[in-house]
C-alpha cells in the first residue's frame, strides 16, 4: 500500500519538499497532501517590495507554481485548508476548511511542518488601524498595493530598518512617496556592525530617505475613519498615511508546540541535520519555521530565508524519496539593497562573534567594484572580522554600489571552508578590468586582515 | 652593511616585490634596485584593450605607480636598462644601458626574476609586416592607437579567439571597425569546453563580429608600402587594414635559461611555495615568467594573469622583508568579455580533466543572472565537471550576460577547499531577488552536478 506524505505549507520549503519526493518516488507508491490555509503556493515572498514599488508585476508573476501546476505532477494541495491540530501519536493532522469551517482529520506516514513566519507586530496602540500594513504575504502585498492605489498617500512611515523595512523604503520612493524609515537601534541594518550601518544611514539619507535611528515607535495615531495618521515615538510624532512594519518575523510554530514538538531559543522548529524534527522520526520541518545551524558561532539561529527553504525542502523531498541529503547550515548570508547601494554581510557581526566566546580583530577597506580606470568603478566598503591568533575568517560586510552585493559570496564559501584570512588572500578569483581590481576587494580586506592577526600576535608576545 | 635586492622587470610582480619589501625593511637595511629595459612600471597590461577600445584613457591612466612614485619610495628604479646576463655564482646582473649602450655589473644578495611573457608571434611572411600588432606592453598599445589613428582602417583581422583576441575584437568593434577573427581551433576560447565555446562564437556572431574558426593563419600578405593587407588561411584571405595577434605568451625566461635556472614543460621558471627559484636560496620569481601549480590538475602550467603576478610580488616581497608568505598555486580562474557577453572559468576543462588522469561527469544548465521576475534577469549558461564517485567539483564554465562572469569566484572557492558538488548545493550564498534566482545559477549546476554522480554511480554498480 502507498505511504501518504502530508506538508502543511504550500510555500517554499513545504512544495519544494513535496516536488522533489514526486520526483522520487511514483504515485502509486507515495500520496502526497499538501495543506495550505492560503490560496496560493510555492510564491516568492522576497518580491514582494519590488511588486510594491512597480519593479515587477505582481502577484502572479511571483508565483513560481500554482496550485493547479502541482496537482497536474500529482500532489494532491488542498488549498483554503488550515492545519490546526498535530497528533503525533495516532500520526495524523486535524484541518478546517476556510470557507465552511469543516474539520477533518488526515493520516500521515511523514509529516512535513512548513508553516512559515509572520511579521512582528508589536502590541502596540493602534496597530490594528487601516494603513497599517505586514509585507510577509501576497495577500499583505495586494492589501499594501490596493491601500496605495485607494488612499492617495504623500507620507509613509516604515518602522523598522533591517532587510524589509530597507527594501520596502526604497519601493514607497519608488512610488513616490516621502518615507521616514524608524528605527529602535543606533543604526540602520543590525545584521551589520554600527560601523558599517552608518555607511546605510548616510546612503538613505542621500536618497531623500529620512531615517531616524534610537527610535521606537510607541503607539499609532488613528484618524476619525480608523486610519492611520501618524507614528509617535519618545521624542516626536511622525505624519504616515501608510505605515509598514520591518520588524522582522517570528516562526510560525504554535501548531508545532501545542503537538508538543521541540522549540529552540528563538521559538524555531529544532531538527537534524537530515531535517527531521529532534526525536520525531517521522515528521520533518524546514523554512522560515525552523532554527539552522550558524557553522560559524555553532549555534542555532533563526534566519527567515526563501533559499534556505528551497534547500530545505530539497533535503526533506530527497530523504522522503528514499536517496540521502542533508542541510549541513549556514554561514548568516545576507544580501540587499535600497535603491543603488547593496548591502552584504556573512559570517559573524562582532556582537555576534563576542555572544559565541570568539576573539577577534577587524578591519575596514575601501576599494572599487572594478579596476579604478574602468568605468563605472564604483567605491565599496569591505569589513573582515577574524579570529584572534588562528586568523580564521569570522565574518565580512560590504556597503557598496553596483557589483559589490554578491562578493559577498567568496567570504561565505571561505567561512563554510573555515579558511584563514592569510589563506583567503591567496584565493584565485576572477580578474580582468571590467570585473574587478588586481586585487578584488575582498582580498584586500583578507590582506589587511591577515596583517592585523599578525600584528595581534606580535603585540602579544611583547606583553 | 645593508643587503641589496635587485629586481629585474618593473611592472606587476617586479614592483609589488620590490613596494612589499621596501615596506617591511628600511633603507638602510635593505637596498632595492629595479631592472626595466622600457620607461615605464607598474602598468595594467590587461587594460589595454579598454585603451584601444576607447573605453578607458590611456596610457598615463593605467600605469598604478610611475618610475618617479617609487623612487620617492625609495627604491631605485633604472628604466632603460635591459638586464642581458645573470650571473649566479658571483651573485650579480649585468645591464646594457637602452641609449648609450653602456654594460655595467650590479651585484646581489636577492634576485629577483620579474621578466613578464612576450605575445607569441607566428613565424609567418608578413609577420613584420607595418599594421601588425601585438598588445602586450604600453608600447604596443600605442603602436596600434597611433596606427589606427594615422592610418584610417575599416577592417581588422584578429589572429586567435583567446581572452585577448575577443578583447580585442571588442574593441576595434568599439572604434566601428569591421572585424573578423580567425581562430585555428574548433570554437573560440580554447579555455573553454567546445560546446561552451560556440555559445561565444554565436554571440559575437551577433554582435557583428565574423568569427572564423578551423582557420589558422598561414600568411600575411603585404602592400606596396610596407603594411599589411589581409591575412591568408588554407582556404581563404581576408582583408585586413591592421591585424592583431591575440595568440596568447609565452614566458621571457631567456635570461634566465642561460643562467641555468630551471624551467618546466610551458618554459616558465620553476619555483617553490614561497616563489623562490627551485634549488637557488637567493632567486626569486614571479608573474608572467612562472609556472604556477594548479591546485586542481597537480600540474604546473603557465598562467599570465596580472593578479597572479601581484600576489607572487607580494609574497616574494613579504618573505625578502624578514616575514613568511606563501602562493599555494591557482585553480584556473578567468573572466573575460565581449561587449556584453561575460565568459568565466576555473578549474579545468574536460581536456584538462583528461590529461590529469581524472574521469568525470559533466552537466550543462540554464539559469538567470536574478530572479526570473526581476527586472534585467539575463540567461545564462553553467558547466559544471565533477569527479566521478567522489563527486569533487573539478571545473565550472559560464557564458552569459551582466551579472554572469563573477559567479566563477564561487566556484574558484569551492575547488579551492575541495568541495564536491553535493557540498558545493548546500553553500550559503547571497540571495535577494535583484541579486540572484532562490537558487543561485552555480548552485543549480552543482545539483545538476550531484544528480550525475549519483547515476553514474548507480549505472556503474549495475555493469
Same mark, same amino acid.
Given at each position: ?7 502543511? +505549507? ?36 522576497? +518580491? ?52 465552511? +469551517? ?219 524519496? +528514499? ?141
Amino acid at each position: 500500500m502507498a505511504e501518504r506524505m502530508v506538508v502543511i +505549507g504550500g510555500d517554499a520549503a513545504g512544495m519544494s519538499a513535496a516536488a522533489q519526493a514526486r520526483r522520487m518516488r511514483p504515485e502509486e507508491d507515495l500520496e502526497i497532501v499538501a495543506l495550505e490555509r492560503g490560496r496560493r503556493t510555492s510564491y516568492s515572498a522576497c +518580491g514582494i517590495p519590488y511588486w510594491i514599488g512597480g519593479r515587477v508585476d505582481g502577484p502572479a508573476r511571483l508565483v513560481a507554481r500554482s496550485p493547479e501546476e502541482h496537482r497536474r505532477r500529482g500532489i494532491d494541495v488542498r488549498t483554503g485548508t488550515e492545519a490546526v491540530e498535530i497528533d503525533l501519536e495516532r500520526q495524523r493532522v486535524r484541518t478546517r476548511d476556510a470557507d465552511d +469551517g469543516t474539520e477533518r482529520w488526515t493520516g500521515y506516514d511523514h509529516l512535513v511542518v512548513a508553516t512559515g513566519a509572520s511579521p512582528l507586530r508589536p502590541d502596540l496602540p493602534g496597530m490594528d488601524a487601516g494603513g497599517v500594513h505586514g509585507v510577509q504575504t501576497l495577500e499583505d502585498g495586494e492589501a499594501v498595493v490596493r491601500d496605495l492605489e485607494s488612499h492617495p498617500a504623500r507620507r509613509a512611515v516604515v518602522v523598522g530598518a533591517g532587510y524589509i523595512g530597507v527594501e520596502m523604503a526604497e519601493a514607497l520612493v519608488g512610488r513616490g512617496l516621502q518615507v521616514t524609515v524608524l528605527e529602535r537601534a543606533e543604526q540602520p541594518m543590525s545584521t551589520l556592525d554600527p560601523d558599517m550601518g552608518v555607511l546605510v544611514r548616510d546612503a538613505m539619507k542621500g536618497m531623500g530617505i529620512d531615517v531616524v535611528t534610537g527610535a521606537a515607535a510607541r503607539e499609532v495615531l488613528v484618524d476619525g475613519a480608523g486610519r492611520a495618521r501618524a507614528v509617535v515615538t519618545d521624542d516626536a510624532e511622525y505624519p504616515a498615511d501608510v505605515v509598514v512594519l520591518g520588524l522582522g518575523v517570528r516562526p510560525n510554530t504554535g501548531l508545532a508546540k501545542a503537538a508538543g514538538l521541540p522549540l529552540g531559543a528563538s521559538g524555531g522548529l529544532l531538527t537534524d541535520l537530515a531535517q527531521r524534527v529532534r526525536g520525531h522520526g517521522d515528521v520533518w520541518a524546514g523554512g522560515d519555521c525552523v532554527e539552522v545551524l550558524n557553522l560559524v558561532s555553532g549555534s542555532e539561529q533563526h534566519v527567515a530565508l526563501g533559499t534556505h527553504a528551497n534547500k530545505h525542502g530539497r533535503v526533506i523531498g530527497t530523504n522522503i524519496g +528514499g536517496g540521502y541529503a542533508t542541510f549541513p547550515g549556514v554561514v548568516g548570508t545576507a544580501v540587499s539593497k535600497v535603491c543603488d547601494l547593496e548591502i552584504a554581510r556573512t559570517g559573524l557581526t562582532e556582537a555576534q562573534a563576542r555572544s559565541a566566546g570568539l576573539q577577534f580583530v577587524t578591519v575596514v577597506t575601501e576599494s572599487t567594484s572594478r579596476a579604478g580606470y574602468y568605468p563605472g568603478a564604483q567605491p565599496m566598503t569591505v569589513k573582515a572580522i577574524a579570529e584572534r591568533f588562528t586568523g580564521r575568517l569570522l565574518g565580512l560586510q560590504i556597503v557598496g554600489r553596483e557589483g559589490a552585493g554578491k562578493r559577498v559570496d567568496i567570504a561565505a564559501v571561505a567561512l563554510t571552508a573555515r579558511m584563514t584570512v592569510e589563506q583567503t588572500t591567496a584565493l584565485d578569483l576572477g580578474y580582468a578590468p571590467p570585473f574587478s581590481p588586481v586585487w578584488d576587494p575582498v582580498l584586500v580586506a583578507a590582506r589587511k586582515a591577515a596583517s592585523a592577526v599578525a600584528a595581534d600576535v606580535r603585540a602579544t608576545a611583547r606583553a
